[in-house]
């Protein structure tokens, strides 16, 4: 999976597609998916496979935490300011 640059459309996308997505769902694990898918609408992740329900959990797990910490980074201050 590449990650590309988060700019603000693409926050916006994603954040959307989440709420969209993830309406009703009452399973981490496909949160988890979901979270992923996100991030291809928004065109934060590519070279994701298919079918994630093809995956391992343990991989779809992996995959989820890649895509929060960029998000994360991606959201934090730049060094030196507050």
């Known amino acids: 999976m590449n990650l590309n640059e988060v700019t603000q459309r693409r926050l916006e996308t994603y954040?959307?597609?989440?709420?969209e997505l993830g309406e009703g769902v009452k399973s981490v694990a496909r949160f988890n998916r979901i979270i992923i898918e996100a991030a291809v609408k928004a065109g934060i992740a590519e070279g994701v496979p298919e079918d994630l329900g093809d995956l391992s959990p343990r991989e779809v797990t992996a995959l989820t935490k890649r895509v929060q910490e960029h998000l994360?980074?991606?959201l934090e201050p730049l060094s030196g300011e507050a």
Do not use: I, T
């Open 15 to 19: 954040q959307e597609a989440v709420v």
């Open 72 to 74: 994360k980074k991606a």
